[in-house]
Structure formats: structure tokens, C-alpha cells
């Protein structure tokens, strides 16, 4: 049976984390590309969260892994002050490279039907 309480609390967080990124100075995190929370996965004692984090443009992954963790411990006090949760989980971050793979697989795709269409009309 899904737990919809978790469910309901990994939305909250990463609303109010998405919101919070955007007001962080960090320049590691601000270099130019566009940062996106994209799922959060809290664990069931609320004592930890891994969020995931999609970026577009230039960046350095190292670099904004950095930052992303410094700014970890602003960012857990915001979520505590915006969400009234019994526990405020410890926030682990992973670039989730999932629609960057989703333009790759499409791109792919296209060429593919480009090759086919220039067959078709040989």
C-alpha cells in the first residue's frame, strides 16, 4: 500500500526547495545554468532526503556538487522553517541526468528518421 504521506511530504520538499534555490548566491551553483529539482525521495523516519537536481547549460558537475552541499545546511533550515514536519530530513543531492538523456534518445531518433526519409527517396 503506497504511503501517500511520504508522497505529500516529498512534494512539499521539493517545492520549497525549488523555491530556496533560487535565492542562493552560490556562484558554484549560479554559473550560468539552469538548475531544476526534480524528485525528491524521503525516507520513511523523515531523517534523510536525496533530492535530484536537473541541470541545463554549462556547468561543472564537480563544482556544483560543492556548492549544492554548502548550501545544504541553509537550505535544511529553510525547509524547517517552511514545512512543519517532526523531523527535518538531511538533504543529499544527485544531478539527475535524466532529460538531458531524454534530449539524447530524441535527437537519436530523429536522425534516424531523417537517414529513413533520405532512403525512401533514393
Same mark, same amino acid.
Do not use: W
Given at each position: 500500500?503506497?504511503?501517500?504521506?511520504?508522497?505529500?511530504?516529498?512534494?512539499?520538499?521539493?517545492?520549497?526547495?525549488?523555491?530556496?534555490?533560487?535565492? &542562493?548566491?552560490?556562484?558554484?551553483?549560479?554559473?550560468?545554468?539552469?538548475?531544476?529539482?526534480?524528485?525528491? @525521495?524521503?525516507? +520513511?523516519?523523515?531523517?534523510?532526503?536525496?533530492?535530484? &537536481? +536537473?541541470?541545463? /547549460?554549462?556547468?561543472?558537475?564537480?563544482?556544483?556538487?560543492?556548492?549544492?552541499?554548502?548550501? /545544504?545546511?541553509?537550505?535544511?533550515?529553510?525547509? /524547517?522553517?517552511?514545512?512543519?514536519?517532526?523531523?527535518?530530513?538531511?538533504?543529499?543531492?544527485?544531478?539527475?541526468? +535524466?532529460?538531458?538523456? /531524454?534530449?539524447?534518445?530524441?535527437?537519436?531518433?530523429?536522425?534516424? @528518421?531523417?537517414?529513413?526519409?533520405?532512403?525512401? +527517396?533514393?
Amino acid at each position: 500500500m503506497p504511503n501517500h504521506h511520504i508522497d505529500r511530504v516529498n512534494d512539499d520538499i521539493r517545492r520549497v526547495l525549488a523555491e530556496k534555490l533560487r535565492q &542562493v548566491k552560490d556562484p558554484r551553483i549560479q554559473q550560468g545554468a539552469m538548475l531544476t529539482v526534480t524528485h525528491t @525521495e524521503t525516507t +520513511s523516519d523523515l531523517r534523510h532526503c536525496k533530492v535530484y &537536481v +536537473s541541470v541545463l /547549460g554549462q556547468y561543472d558537475e564537480k563544482q556544483m556538487l560543492r556548492g549544492l552541499k554548502s548550501v /545544504g545546511g541553509y537550505l535544511r533550515r529553510e525547509l /524547517g522553517r517552511s514545512l512543519d514536519l517532526r523531523y527535518t530530513p538531511e538533504l543529499t543531492f544527485v544531478l539527475d541526468d +535524466s532529460i538531458a538523456h /531524454g534530449a539524447y534518445i530524441n535527437k537519436l531518433i530523429n536522425d534516424l @528518421e531523417l537517414q529513413h526519409d533520405d532512403n525512401e +527517396s533514393e
